[in-house]
Each structure stands twice: as C-alpha cells, then as structure tokens.
C-alpha cells in the first residue's frame, strides 16, 4: 500500500541551528499539508500546498517557518533559527480525491528536539 | 474560529469492557466529524467519519453518530481489545470540498490490559 514518506524519524538539533524536514506524499496526490503536533496536543495545520502553490500558510510563523514544493511533488519544511518551543512531531499529509470522498493519508513524522 | 473538545485521558479499560470517548466541536457552518487513531510509532490513521448531520461513521467495531443538536461526535464501542490501545483524536472539516484543513482535539490516550 502506498505510503506518506517522511525524513528523518528523528532529529536532534541545538536552538539557533537551521532544520529540514522532508516529505514526499503518494504519488498523484496533489494536495499536501503539514501539521505540527506538540507533546500531549492534537496536530495543528502549518501550510497547505495544492500542487507546487501555497493554498494556507496562515499558521506558519514565517519569521523562522518557511515551505516549499518547487515541482509540485515532494516538499521541505525548514525552520531556521529552530527554537526550544519548537520540539514537536512534524506530520506530512496528502490527499486525493477518491470513489467514497477525499481521504487524507498522513506519514509517520518527524520527531524534533531542540536542545 | 473552530475547536474541538474531547475527554481528558488516560482511559485504562479492561478487555472486552465498553468504550466512550466524549468529542463535541464549535463550528460556524456544518462540518465533516472525523476520529483518527494513532498506534504507538505510527502515523496518524482514518477510523471513521461522518459528514453530516444523524450520519454514524462506523469501521472495526467503533461507531460515532454526528448529533448536530448537541454538537457531539461520541466514539463508542462495545467490546474492546488489547490492540485498541493507541491514542484517539477528534476532528473536524470545515472548507469545501478538496480540502482537508483539520482541527483536532488533544487527543485521549486508551490503554486496554488483559
């Protein structure tokens, strides 16, 4: 069954130092979101692409957030400069419209601690 | 703006007993009712969903009913199993059609021992 990938499981970083996350959603799918769920929280939606094109960034504090999707496929989620607050799992979603309605896959995320 | 509220875990439960985890939501319009299940180091999965109003999502013994009147989105089950154990979010779904921006709730970890 295809799959949400996510890079990497786990990072570890120092506060003040740049991260990247990388996800690359099924293939087809053209609508991609990134969530950010804090120890003990529900998932909360960061930026929402549609295609290569930033549908939702709302969310995304821009001021050390920033995400992208050059080709439309897969996409980097980068924070820099990373900041104690910023320890949460980072989850990658896609969709694609289906027989029964939309369904959403997500990946398995990454964890990040900032030290 | 949307929320979504849902009981305050732990829930430890004994196997074969009936599970409840209360949901209910605020929205401005009528929204798609979801509950996601995330096992221990996976991703977060689909359980069921409603999208409106008196509709029950039912998969793999649970069942939620979508009471607008009472904005609520109970999840219930009658007889659960060790391998239930995970952790249950609510959710809703308020943009149209092709998007799935979500609200969630915190979450409400169920331990099931034998």
């Known amino acids: 069954e295809a799959e949400v990938a996510q890079s990497p499981r786990y990072k570890i970083t120092e506060k003040s130092q740049a991260v990247a996350f990388w996800c690359d959603p099924i293939s087809g799918h053209a609508t991609l979101y990134w969530y950010r769920q804090i120890l003990g929280q529900g998932p909360e939606l960061l930026v929402q692409?549609?295609?290569?094109?930033?549908?939702?960034d709302s969310q995304l504090p821009k001021d050390r957030f920033s995400a992208e999707r050059l080709k439309g496929v897969d996409s980097t989620l980068k924070i820099q400069p990373a900041e104690l607050g910023d320890s949460a799992m980072y989850l990658c979603?896609?969709?694609?419209?289906?027989?029964?309605?939309?369904?959403?896959?997500f990946g398995s995320g990454t964890q990040l601690s900032v030290l | 703006g949307n929320s979504v509220t849902q009981m305050e875990g732990p829930v430890t439960l004994s196997e074969e007993a009936f599970l409840t985890i209360n949901c209910t939501y605020t929205?401005?319009?009528?929204?798609?009712l979801f509950w996601y299940v995330q096992y221990p180091g996976e991703g977060l999965q689909l359980l069921l969903k409603a999208t409106k109003a008196d509709d029950k999502g039912s998969n793999k013994g649970f069942e939620a009913t979508y009471r607008k009147e009472t904005t609520s989105f109970h999840l219930e089950k009658g007889s659960v199993q060790v391998s239930d154990s995970a952790v249950y979010f609510c959710?809703?779904?308020?943009?149209?059609?092709?998007?799935?921006?979500?609200?969630f709730g915190k979450g409400t970890k169920l331990s099931v021992i034998p």
């Open positions: 979603a896609s969709s694609s419209p289906g027989h029964s309605g939309e369904k959403l896959f």
């Open positions: 959710a809703l779904s308020e943009t149209g059609a092709g998007s799935y921006q979500l609200t």
């Open positions: 692409f549609q295609d290569e094109s930033v549908v939702d």
């Open positions: 929205a401005t319009g009528y929204p798609s």
